[in-house]
Nanobody, 122 residues
């Protein structure tokens, strides 16, 4: 039970930077994992970066060294700082939250924002 709203997308030149924001409707400290995925036209959604409630991060190989995921727990917001953008980074970026039900079921539920368009011109 969480609503996610992304913002910060836009049009940038290759080599430029953008910072995406994902505002959650509940404390992100209580969410098991939050992250960013992206989907380009004709392609399946792919993981970009994730962060757990205790701070562990994970990145797709294609963005390592260029993107950084971070969060502000007080503001219930997760960020994706994107630097050295490339044309192939063009996609709709979606915020994701993963929650697990209480024991003994531990059922996983994924929540998604509506997405924000990132377009990188070459």
């Amino acid at each position: 039970q969480v609503q996610l709203v992304e913002s910060g997308g836009g049009l940038v030149q290759a080599g430029g930077s953008l910072r995406l924001s994902c505002a959650a409707s509940r404390s992100i400290a209580s969410i098991y994992t939050m992250g960013w995925f992206r989907q380009a036209p004709g392609k399946e959604r792919e993981l970009v970066a994730t962060t757990t409630a205790h701070g562990t991060t994970n990145y797709a190989d294609s963005v390592k060294g260029r993107f950084a995921i971070s969060r502000d727990n007080a503001e219930n917001t997760v960020y994706l700082q994107m630097n050295s953008l490339k044309a192939e980074d063009t996609a709709v970026y979606y915020c994701n939250a993963v929650l697990f039900a209480a024991p003994p079921i531990y059922a996983r539920t994924d929540y998604w924002g509506q997405g924000t368009q990132v377009t990188v011109s070459s």
